[in-house]
Antibody, heavy 121, light 112 residues
């Protein structure tokens, strides 16, 4: 069974750093892209970026380029999303999702359960 | 760059059929596949349609997807509505010009 299990909720102060994780299981982790999606409170889904764990090829949305870093450790089948200096506006639910395998399909087929990040002084 | 525009909300009665539209602002809707995601309150999204009209295993055939080049839009149709279908629905496609994934703003479906 394919599963994406994300790390737990975080409460941080502005200016602090954070790294959240997404562990894949039940499939070949290195063969599928993993994307990150933000959902601010009461708002819609926003694509942040995506990584191919096989070779760490990474793409970012222009809205998030330079604001976050996406990485992966294929030895433990885990993708990461990290911030070096959080802002209150980073308060949101963050989802990881697996990209569908077929070559011309740019959708996501499996989603993690989400990680709630709260940034408040 | 293009945007995907969805109605903010739709409502329909149980047992009826509802269609949610997703209009692409520029470029052809057929140039990249469209996906649809369902997000029930308090839950993570799940995929109900991929590659315009394909259903993942486990998704009932009450859900169907299509694209219409004349209106440059995609549609999600849900027939035989059930109260459990009440959720937010998001369309999504891919912008090959800048390698960006694009989400629509979401549509809140109320089944009453």
């Amino acid at each position: 069974e394919v599963q994406l299990v994300q790390s737990g909720a975080e409460v941080k102060k502005p200016g602090e750093s954070l790294k959240i994780s997404c562990k894949g299981s039940g499939y070949s982790f290195t063969s599928y892209w993993i994307g990150w999606v933000r959902q601010m409170p009461g708002k819609g889904l926003e694509w942040m970026g995506i990584i191919y764990p096989g070779d760490s090829d990474t793409r970012y949305s222009p809205s998030f380029q330079g604001q976050v870093t996406i990485s992966a450790d294929k030895s433990i089948s885990t993708a990461y999303l990290q911030w070096s200096s959080l802002k209150a506006s980073d308060t949101a639910m963050y989802y990881c999702a697996r990209r569908i395998a077929t070559g011309y399909s740019y959708g996501f087929d499996y989603w993690g359960q989400g990680t709630l990040v709260t940034v408040s002084s | 760059n293009f945007m995907l525009t969805q109605p903010h909300s739709v409502s329909e009665s149980p047992g009826k059929t509802v269609t949610i539209s997703c209009t692409r602002s520029s470029g052809s809707i057929a140039s990249s596949y469209v996906q649809w995601y369902q997000q029930r309150p308090g839950s993570s999204p799940t995929t109900v349609i991929y590659e315009d009209n394909q259903r993942p295993s486990g998704v009932p055939d009450r859900f169907s997807g299509s694209i219409d080049s004349s209106s440059n839009s995609a549609s999600l149709t849900i027939s035989g509505l059930k109260t459990e279908d009440e959720a937010d629905y998001y369309c999504q496609s891919y912008d090959s010009s800048n390698q960006n994934w694009v989400f629509g703003g979401g549509t809140k479906l109320t089944v009453l």
